[in-house]
């Protein structure tokens, strides 16, 4: 029976689009495609998903990647991207809709210590219990391990939990513990999905 409903963060409660997100520091298109490409798509960004650098390293190592004139907007994006990530609004209400039924949402996402900064002004997680971050725990998907450590820490038995995932290899990481899964496609106008799939399973 499931109980316990374990979301994944961008792409699935909220939109992450590095290139919409860097629309928002320079109208500039080659500085788009060079911050893009200097920051987000850095082995630098992965380690702060890792949680094996701090930011301040990594914003010195990124900002000695690009000129002079784009110094300064390095810092600047990063003490400030997560505020351009959208939050998909009918996952609000099927977060709302899973927490009134007797669910106990929980979030298990490949990410920066950043979270801290930002999590609580997304209104989906008012109704999670618990956040379960790549970094703070030195894990990251798709390894198995992840899943393994989220369990343990949250006292939860994985035949009783159900995950949302953008990546299938995550998904089927999930699966091979004895969760229950989804990866949700991108069809954010029909979340009813992932209710119905849930339901399947309960």
């Known amino acids: 029976m499931i109980k316990n409903?374990?979301?994944?963060?961008?792409?699935?409660?909220?939109?992450?689009?590095p290139n919409y997100i860097i629309q928002?520091?320079?109208?500039?298109?080659?500085?788009?495609?060079?911050?893009v490409e200097a920051i987000f798509k850095s082995p630098e960004w992965l380690a702060l998903?890792?949680?094996?650098?701090?930011?301040?390293?990594?914003?010195?190592?990124?900002?000695?990647?690009?000129d002079l004139q784009l110094?300064?907007?390095?810092?600047?994006?990063?003490d400030e991207w997560y505020l351009y990530l959208t939050p998909?609004?009918?996952?609000?209400?099927?977060?709302?809709?899973?927490?009134?039924?007797?669910?106990?949402?929980?979030?298990?996402?490949?990410t920066s210590l950043s979270f801290y900064e930002y999590y609580e002004?997304?209104?989906?997680?008012?109704?999670?219990?618990?956040?379960?971050?790549s970094a703070k725990h030195l894990l990251m998907k798709p390894e198995p391990a992840i899943f393994k450590d989220f369990c343990k820490k949250m006292n939860l038995n994985p035949v009783e939990c159900f995950f949302i995932d953008d990546s299938q290899d995550n998904i089927n990481s999930a699966k091979s513990i004895g969760m229950q899964g989804i990866c949700f496609n991108g069809n954010y106008d029909n979340a009813q999905m992932i209710y119905d799939a849930i339901k399947k399973c309960s």
């Not at 928002?24 to 911050?35: E, G, I, S, V, Y």
């Not at 110094?71 to 990063?78: F, H, S, T």
């Open 5 to 17: 409903i374990v979301f994944d963060m961008g792409n699935v409660v909220l939109s992450y689009d």
């Open 24 to 35: 928002h520091f320079t109208k500039d298109k080659d500085q788009q495609r060079l911050l």
């Open 49 to 66: 998903d890792e949680g094996t650098l701090s930011k301040e390293d990594a914003c010195a190592i990124m900002k000695a990647r690009v």
């Open 71 to 78: 110094k300064p907007l390095v810092k600047k994006v990063m």
């Open 88 to 110: 998909f609004k009918n996952i609000i209400e099927l977060s709302k809709r899973l927490k009134e039924e007797g669910y106990t949402l929980y979030l298990l996402s490949n």
């Open 121 to 133: 002004n997304v209104e989906a997680f008012a109704y999670f219990k618990d956040f379960y971050i």
